[in-house]
C-alpha cells in the first residue's frame, strides 16, 4: 500500500513469513492464518489474514530511520458489519521518544490520543490525553528517578520513601513508607492515605490508614495488617478493617490462610463484622479442611469460597469452562498459540457471547468497544 513501505522480495530470508492457527475446541473447528511482508530492512510493513468471525484482517506499518513506527493503518472486517479502517500516527523528538500520538476512525477528522513532554534526562514529564485541560497528567521524580508524585486536575498522589510523617519509619531501598492522595479540588483535610512498615525481608506488615497532611485524622478506618508469613513467604493471617455501618468503622476480615506446599488448602474469616453496604470482603462461604482444589501442572480446579465446583482445563494448560455451584458456566476458546478468541457467560437461561476479534470486542455479535 502506497505510504507504508515497499515490499521487498529478498527481505524475508530467515523471517516468519505465515503462520496457521487452530481454533481450539471440541471438535477443533475452525481455523485463522496470516501472512507477513517486509521491507529491505526485515521490518514488517504488511500483515495480512482472516479473523476468527470469519473476517480480514489487514495492517500496514511505516517506520523511521530509527524503526520506530510512524504510521500504522488497521482495516478489519466482518460478515453483516461496516468495514472498520484505524489509522494511527506517531512523533518522536530527536532522541526517538514519543511525542504525539493521533487516531482516526474511518472518516473521522484524526484526534490527538496523547501528548508527551520530557524533562532534560528523559523523564516523561507531562502527558496530555485528548487535548482536554482535564486529562492532563504530570509526573516529578527524586533524585533516583522513583516516582514521587502524579498530579492532574482530577487527581493527586505522592509517594515517599525516605520521607518521614508523623513518625513513619523512613525506606531508602526504595519501599514506599508512605502515600497520600486526593481528588481534584478537595482540601488538603480531605488528603487520604497509608503509612506503611515492612519486616526485615522487605515484606508488608502493616499498612494504616489515616487523613490530612499527617494522616493522624480518622486513623485506622482502612488499615490492613499482615499477621505472619510461613517461611516460603505465603502470607499467614491478614487484618481488613472497614466501614461496618453508616457511622461505624472496625474490623471485616480476620483470615486464617492454610497451605500444602505452596497451594492454598482453606481461608478462614473470624471476624465479626461485615462490610457496610454489602462492599468489598473476602466472603467465606464454606467452612471445610479443603476449599481449594489442584490439578496435577498446579492449576486451580475449584474455589468453594467463590463458589466455583470446578475448572476444566485445554490442552495447553488454559482454562476452558467455569462451573459454578449453581450450574452457571463460562467458557473459553483459544486458538492453538492460546490467543482466547470467545468467552460464553451463561447464567440461568441468558447467555453472553464475547468474541476478540483482531482489537475488536463483539458481544453477541455486535460491536462492543475496539482497543
Known sequence: ????GKRYSGGCKGQLTGNWTARLTPQLAGSTYSVMYYDDRYRVIQRKGNNSLNGMEAVYTSYNFEGSP???????????????????????????????????????????????VYDEIGRLKTEK?????????????????????????LFHQTLNYQESIDGTTPCYNGNISSMTWKSGGSAATNEMGYRFTYDGLSRMKDAIYGEANTLSINH??????????????????????????????????NLNLVYNGNQ??????????????????????????????YDKNGN?????????????????????????????????????????????????????????????????GSLKLLL
Open 129 to 153: 490525553r485528548t487535548g482536554h485541560s482535564k486529562l492532563r497528567t504530570d509526573y516529578a521524580y527524586n533524585l533516583r528517578s522513583w516516582t514521587k508524585g502524579i498530579n492532574d486536575p
Open 70 to 116: 510512524v504510521k500504522e493503518k488497521r482495516v478489519h472486517s466482518v460478515p453483516g458489519q461496516d468495514i472498520i479502517t484505524e489509522v494511527r500516527n506517531y512523533t518522536y523528538d530527536l532522541a526517538n521518544r514519543l511525542l504525539q500520538t493521533t487516531y482516526q476512525f474511518n472518516d473521522v477528522a484524526p484526534v490527538i490520543l496523547v501528548d508527551n
Open 300 to 364: 486451580l480446579t475449584k474455589d468453594l469460597n467463590k463458589n466455583i465446583s470446578n475448572i476444566r482445563y485445554n490442552l495447553i494448560n488454559l482454562p476452558s469452562q467455569i462451573t459454578f455451584s449453581d450450574g452457571n458456566t463460562i467458557d473459553y476458546e483459544y486458538g492453538s498459540d492460546g490467543r482466547k478468541l470467545r468467552t460464553v457467560h451463561q447464567t440461568g437461561n441468558t447467555i453472553l457471547t464475547t468474541d476478540y476479534c483482531g482489537n475488536a470486542i463483539y458481544e453477541n
Open 264 to 293: 492454598l488448602q482453606s481461608v478462614d474469616d473470624h471476624a465479626p463484622n461485615s462490610v457496610y453496604g454489602n462492599g468489598m470482603e473476602f466472603k467465606d462461604n464454606v467452612n471445610q479442611p479443603v476449599e481449594y482444589g
Open 220 to 253: 485506622n478506618r482502612f488499615n490492613e495488617q499482615i499477621t505472619g508469613y510461613d517461611k516460603m513467604g505465603n502470607i499467614l493471617g491478614l487484618l481488613r478493617y472497614g466501614q461496618t455501618s453508616a457511622t461505624g468503622y472496625g474490623l471485616v476480615d
Open 1 to 4: 500500500m502506497p505510504g507504508y
